[in-house]
């Protein structure tokens, strides 16, 4: 072991020259005194385990504090040595740093926590505990996990199933979220070997066996940018980007392409030293090939959550192959690796602050806030999904802030996403300019117009709907707070809520002039009407008309106590409805050639449009051809033409006919 060691010191001497290493070689001294005699199931010291994750921290540059607690990170759980003894050898910092770690691996199968599911959760939940008090503590149970990871052929075949599931649904979204692709790749990869190793094995065979003629291809694409870009006089590197298992697996899924569509496609990235320079090699990439409509994102504009910036645009070659192409900075290119270490070395080495990490470690302790509040562990599993996931739509206040949520993120995501009086007091939305249900769900590059009411409050059925731990955290404290929802227990110490700032004044408040332009009655706008005192009907509500003696319409609350317990001439009722909540039932018949991905060219129409589908079925038709049936949610009898507008822009599509939905029957098809 002290060959490992003499190597970590190596690293560290060339990531931190200069400094004193007397505190790591005090930690490895106590660690390897302390697991004396403990070995692991790969018949291995335990001390190789300690040094492999202090090795793996210290390849992101951490501090010595941070590599001094991973040496550690075991001892409290794992051996004798007590928190006081730790303390006094090390001091207050690094207690608090392994203590985080061993709290996080302490938990054990107990009856309260039966599942599986359970278990996800509760560690989830210590994890964002320990992580609120120093970032540092996940970045060392991450660097413990994917160590494990590398060696998880020796544990039994149902722990490795076990152990490679949680790493999948808890530690990748983790390690993307911190921006640490390099740990994240690794470790899909890893759990992807795992939970499904026919497929991996496949996989890897297939790729190997055309390494060589892809990289002789690719090494040409890079020495052919690297020449055009000199004679543009931009100071560039070319590097190949590489391809992980995993990834190429879920392209092929989510996308349905085969091995040879996802694996045809190039990938290069082009490192600058300023951002100028990112978009003028743009200019020469873009002089060189022909941009693929739809396959260009600038983060550097617009960065993701996690910090990562770069440019991303796919051209099409001479030879009719795509090549994806990423442009940033080395800056971003050391951050696109790194992720929040990048940022916590700035700080450690310049004693200032940085604003990119400080948002981050506080998206990172609000997130226990979120999700602590889940009802059930899967709920807590798919928030975290959601807030976690790779992908992410960019919406926009009225005044241009940017609000970045998770992809099927509504309006409601959004209001509590800009404060939670805004998403308490939401009444209704525009989007780009149309009013639109709550449930919509926004899409990248939506303005987003906010309309509020101070009488309106959190309905329960909003829990319904939301995606993101914020808002649904939210909404439930408000509803306990309205004596709507039960108490609920929390599986850890409760804690209060930090009160947040004003709202910025990005949402416009709705009158009782503009809640008459929402409603509809007897679906028309524009209805003389007038809301009861009783039950003050707002957006959201499920209202009903009453025609009066005097002029107009009074609206009620479906649920309203004195409408219900009051006599009612029935003959005097009438539909109402919010503008936007209206939703029309609508068949559609779609008649299509037979032609590969015919099916997956539909839906991908329908996708931009926002529709909800209800029921659908894809059965052979007349003379050779298919027909796909389908109904689906309108807000209104515009969407129907601009859906029928859409399919008719599909290859192969010959028909497109609305139909009767009593017309059309399903099976259980979809």
Same mark, same amino acid.
């Given at each position: %072991?002290?060959?490992?060691?003499?190597?970590?010191?190596?690293?560290?001497?060339?990531?931190?020259?200069?400094?004193?290493?007397?505190?790591?070689?005090? $930690?490895?001294?106590?660690?390897?005194?302390?697991?004396?005699?403990?070995?692991?199931?790969?018949?291995?010291?335990?001390?190789?385990?300690?040094?492999?994750?202090?090795?793996?921290?210290?390849? &992101?540059?951490?501090?010595?504090?941070?590599?001094?607690?991973?040496?550690?990170?075991?001892?409290?759980?794992?051996?004798?040595?007590?928190?006081?003894?730790?303390?006094?050898?090390?001091?207050?910092?690094?207690?608090?740093?392994?203590?985080?770690?061993?709290?996080?691996?302490?938990?054990?199968?107990?009856? !309260?926590?039966?599942?599986?599911? /359970?278990?996800?959760?509760?560690?989830?939940?210590?994890?964002?505990?320990?992580? $609120?008090?120093?970032?540092?503590?996940?970045?060392?149970?991450?660097?413990?996990? @994917?160590?494990?990871?590398?060696?998880?052929?020796?544990?039994?075949?149902?722990?490795?199933?076990?152990?490679?599931?949680?790493?999948?649904?808890?530690?990748?979204?983790?390690?993307?979220?911190?921006?640490?692709?390099?740990?994240?790749?690794?470790?899909?990869?890893?759990?992807?070997?795992?939970?499904?190793?026919?497929?991996?094995?496949?996989?890897?065979?297939?790729? /190997? %066996?055309?390494?060589?003629?892809?990289?002789?291809?690719?090494?040409?694409?890079?020495?052919?940018?690297?020449?055009?870009?000199?004679?543009?006089?931009?100071?560039?590197?070319?590097?190949?980007?590489?391809?992980?298992?995993?990834?190429?697996?879920?392209?092929?899924?989510?996308?349905?392409?085969?091995? #040879?569509?996802?694996?045809?496609?190039?990938?290069?990235?082009?490192?600058?030293?300023?951002?100028?320079?990112?978009?003028?090699?743009?200019?020469?990439?873009?002089?060189?090939?022909?941009?693929?409509?739809?396959?260009?994102? #600038?983060?550097?504009?617009?960065?993701?959550?996690?910090?990562?910036?770069?440019?991303?645009?796919?051209?099409?070659?001479?030879?009719?192959?795509? &090549?994806?192409?990423?442009?940033?900075?080395?800056?971003?290119?050391?951050?696109?690796?790194?992720?929040?270490?990048?940022?916590?070395?700035?700080?450690?080495?310049?004693?200032?602050?940085?604003?990119?990490?400080?948002?981050?470690?506080?998206?990172?302790?609000?997130?226990?806030?979120?999700?602590?509040? !889940?009802?059930?562990?899967?709920? &807590?599993?798919?928030?975290?999904?959601? +807030?976690?996931?790779?992908?992410?739509?960019?919406?926009?206040?009225?005044?241009?802030?940017?609000?970045?949520?998770?992809?099927? !993120?509504?309006? @409601?995501?959004?209001?509590?996403?800009?404060?939670?009086?805004?998403?308490?007091?939401?009444?209704?939305?525009?989007?780009?300019?149309?009013?639109?249900?709550?449930?919509?769900?926004?899409?990248?590059?939506?303005?987003?117009?906010?309309?509020?009411?101070?009488?309106?409050?959190?309905?329960?059925?909003?829990?319904?709907?939301?995606?993101?731990?914020?808002?649904?955290?939210?909404?439930?404290?408000?509803?306990?707070?309205?004596? +709507?929802?039960?108490?609920?227990?929390?599986?850890?110490?409760?804690?209060?809520?930090?009160?947040?700032?004003?709202?910025?004044?990005?949402?416009?408040?709705?009158?009782?002039?503009?809640?008459?332009?929402?409603?509809?009655? $007897?679906?028309?706008?524009?209805?003389?009407?007038?809301?009861?005192?009783?039950?003050?009907?707002?957006?959201?509500?499920?209202?009903?008309?009453?025609?009066?003696?005097?002029?107009?319409?009074?609206?009620?609350?479906?649920?309203?106590?004195?409408?219900?317990?009051?006599?009612?001439?029935?003959?005097?009722?009438?539909?109402?409805?919010?503008?936007?909540?209206?939703?029309?039932?609508?068949?559609?018949?779609?008649?299509?050639?037979?032609?590969?991905?015919?099916? /997956?060219?539909?839906?991908?129409? @329908?996708?931009?449009?926002?529709?909800?589908?209800?029921?659908?079925?894809?059965?052979?038709?007349?003379?050779?051809?298919?027909?796909?049936?389908?109904?689906?949610?309108?807000?209104?009898?515009?969407?129907?033409?601009?859906?029928?507008?859409?399919?008719?822009?599909?290859?192969?599509?010959?028909?497109?006919?609305?139909?009767?939905?009593?017309?059309?029957?399903?099976?259980?098809?979809?």
């Amino acid at each position: %072991m002290r060959t490992e060691f003499a190597k970590l010191l190596k690293v560290l001497r060339k990531a931190l020259p200069g400094e004193d290493l007397e505190l790591v070689r005090k $930690a490895y001294r106590v660690a390897n005194e302390a697991h004396a005699g403990q070995v692991r199931l790969s018949g291995d010291p335990h001390i190789s385990h300690s040094l492999a994750v202090a090795k793996i921290l210290s390849q &992101l540059g951490l501090d010595l504090t941070t590599i001094a607690a991973g040496l550690l990170h075991d001892v409290l759980e794992d051996t004798r040595f007590s928190r006081e003894q730790l303390r006094q050898d090390f001091g207050d910092e690094i207690v608090v740093l392994v203590d985080g770690v061993t709290k996080i691996g302490s938990m054990r199968p107990a009856s !309260a926590v039966p599942t599986q599911e /359970a278990r996800q959760a509760v560690n989830l939940r210590k994890m964002l505990v320990a992580t $609120a008090r120093d970032v540092r503590v996940i970045l060392i149970k991450l660097a413990d996990r @994917l160590h494990n990871m590398r060696t998880i052929e020796f544990l039994a075949a149902e722990k490795v199933q076990r152990i490679a599931r949680e790493t999948l649904d808890i530690y990748v979204p983790l390690a993307h979220r911190l921006g640490i692709a390099s740990w994240k790749w690794e470790l899909e990869d890893h759990a992807f070997h795992y939970l499904n190793p026919h497929d991996y094995k496949e996989m890897a065979a297939r790729v /190997a %066996m055309k390494r060589r003629e892809r990289e002789a291809c690719l090494n040409e694409t890079m020495a052919f940018l690297e020449r055009r870009l000199a004679e543009a006089e931009v100071e560039a590197r070319v590097i190949g980007r590489p391809k992980h298992l995993y990834s190429i697996y879920q392209k092929m899924v989510q996308q349905g392409k085969d091995f #040879d569509q996802v694996m045809d496609v190039a990938a290069v990235r082009i490192i600058t030293q300023t951002v100028a320079s990112c978009y003028n090699a743009l200019g020469v990439v873009h002089s060189l090939w022909t941009p693929v409509p739809g396959r260009f994102k #600038d983060y550097i504009a617009t960065p993701k959550v996690n910090m990562y910036q770069s440019i991303h645009t796919t051209v099409m070659r001479e030879t009719g192959t795509p &090549l994806e192409i990423q442009i940033r900075t080395e800056e971003m290119d050391r951050t696109a690796r790194e992720g929040i270490a990048a940022h916590w070395k700035y700080k450690e080495g310049n004693g200032r602050g940085d604003p990119k990490l400080d948002n981050q470690l506080k998206w990172l302790r609000q997130m226990y806030e979120w999700l602590k509040d !889940a009802h059930a562990p899967d709920e &807590l599993l798919d928030s975290v999904r959601r +807030e976690f996931g790779a992908t992410d739509i960019y919406a926009f206040t009225p005044k241009g802030e940017l609000k970045e949520l998770p992809v099927g !993120a509504t309006p @409601l995501d959004f209001a509590y996403a800009v404060h939670s009086d805004v998403g308490h007091h939401c009444i209704g939305v525009r989007v780009n300019g149309r009013l639109v249900p709550l449930r919509y769900n926004l899409q990248t590059g939506d303005v987003v117009e906010i309309l509020t009411s101070k009488s309106q409050t959190p309905h329960v059925d909003w829990l319904d709907f939301v995606v993101t731990g914020r808002a649904r955290t939210r909404i439930r404290q408000r509803l306990r707070e309205m004596g +709507e929802l039960d108490p609920l227990e929390s599986l850890l110490k409760r804690e209060p809520l930090q009160r947040q700032p004003a709202p910025k004044p990005v949402v416009r408040q709705v009158d009782d002039a503009t809640r008459e332009k929402l409603i509809r009655v $007897a679906g028309m706008k524009s209805v003389l009407a007038q809301f009861a005192k009783c039950c003050n009907p707002m957006p959201g509500h499920a209202v009903i008309g009453y025609a009066t003696k005097t002029p107009g319409i009074t609206i009620h609350r479906v649920d309203c106590k004195n409408f219900a317990n009051t006599k009612r001439d029935t003959s005097r009722m009438v539909q109402a409805s919010w503008d936007g909540d209206t939703r029309l039932e609508i068949g559609m018949r779609v008649t299509i050639g037979q032609r590969p991905n015919g099916l /997956a060219d539909v839906t991908n129409a @329908l996708r931009p449009l926002n529709i909800s589908i209800m029921r659908a079925q894809f059965h052979p038709g007349e003379r050779g051809r298919n027909v796909f049936d389908f109904t689906f949610e309108a807000p209104d009898p515009g969407s129907v033409e601009l859906v029928v507008r859409r399919l008719k822009t599909v290859p192969g599509v010959t028909s497109v006919n609305r139909m009767p939905v009593h017309q059309l029957h399903f099976d259980n098809s979809v």
